[in-house]
């Protein structure tokens, strides 16, 4: 037997490895990263996430827009509206509408409120003005209004919690809103105006308007009837988001002689120098080659009247 002591063969390292390396060139084995690597991680992960939001300047204006992507609430220095007394045919829903909207003012309770009906008849252009109106009437600009767009119900929540802690009441305003067959958007309006754990904040109000009164289509419930195993069930989940608006404002078609008066009053209001049977034959014309009588068509007609004459429309709005 040898008497010179066994040598254990080194462990060779695997091909394609050096060893680590700190930052002054000694050899790093299973250290952890030193101080100043771990700045340099939080740096660049710090520049990675997204910005804070900003909390939004609502006493920059009266009226704002919601644009989800970065929570933003941008102001609108312009609103487009008609004076409520251009608003014509439609006294009854205008009483309405103004009397939920000044107790919602005084911070007495409201209804959240659904326009519906024929395209053309002032739905949007009632909100509008009504919220100029009770502002004007009030005279302090407590009363904002914040416009949130279809497509970006589902963020709803976000707005709220924006919303909900400002010093101001807002009028939360969704044009033409409606849910097609597969859209599930709707259950997200339905637990912010109701039913969720928050609920609606006490200085929100929701208005919409529609051309729906379900905010469905009609063959789209029939559809939805005829496949479901159990079709009332189905058909009752989404038309009971529209039970969330206690105040429902109907918009029907107007008679001819409320299209002329329509006509009437913006003529005499933009001093359009037109007037008698030639201004009514004109406007029934223009009607008829459009196949509907409302005010929208009403104010394309005057437009286009103010138009030939060499009569500038000052900045007052559209119907």
């Not at 209804?111 to 949007?124: D, E, H, I, T, V």
């Not at 009609?218 to 039970?243: C, F, Q, Y």
């Not at 008679?255 to 009514?280: F, T």
């Not at 007609?301 to 060499?310: F, K, M, N, S, T």
């Amino acid at each position: 037997m040898s008497k010179h002591p066994q040598k254990h063969p080194q462990k060779s390292r695997p091909k394609g490895k050096s060893p680590q390396h700190g930052p002054n060139g000694d050899t790093m084995h299973g250290q952890m990263p030193g101080p100043a690597l771990m700045a340099r991680i939080a740096d660049a992960l710090e520049r990675l996430a997204p910005s804070a939001p900003v909390a939004p300047d609502f006493a920059a204006a009266e009226a704002f827009t919601w644009h989800p992507v970065g929570r933003r609430v941008v102001p609108v220095t312009r609103v487009s509206r008609v004076g409520m007394g251009l608003l014509k045919g439609i006294d009854r829903v205008r009483d309405l509408l103004v009397e939920n909207t000044e107790r919602f003012a005084r911070a007495l309770p409201a209804n959240n409120a659904l326009l519906w009906g024929a395209r053309g008849m002032g739905k949007s252009s009632l909100v509008k003005a009504v919220h100029a109106a009770v502002n004007a009437s009030h005279g302090n600009g407590a009363l904002k209004l914040v416009e949130i767009h279809r497509e970006d119900i589902e963020s709803l929540p976000d707005l709220m919690t924006l919303m909900r802690a400002a010093p101001y009441r807002f009028i939360l305003f969704c044009d033409d809103l409606s849910f097609e067959a597969e859209d599930t958007s709707y259950k997200s309006l339905k637990a912010v105006l109701e039913g969720g754990i928050e609920g609606r904040p006490d200085n929100v109000v929701f208005y919409a308007t529609s051309n729906r009164r379900h905010l469905m289509a009609r063959d789209m419930m029939e559809n939805e009837r005829s496949t479901a195993i159990n079709p009332g069930e189905v058909v009752e989940e989404k038309v009971s988001l529209s039970d969330r608006f206690g105040l429902w404002l109907g918009f029907h078609r107007c008679s001819q002689d409320e299209y002329l008066a329509m006509v009437a009053g913006y003529v005499s209001y933009y001093r359009i120098p037109l007037s008698g049977e030639e201004l009514e034959r004109e406007a029934l014309e223009w009607a008829t080659t459009r196949g509907a009588r409302s005010g929208r068509v009403a104010w394309q007609y005057v437009q286009d009247l103010a138009g030939r004459l060499g009569v500038k429309l000052t900045e007052r709005g559209g119907s």
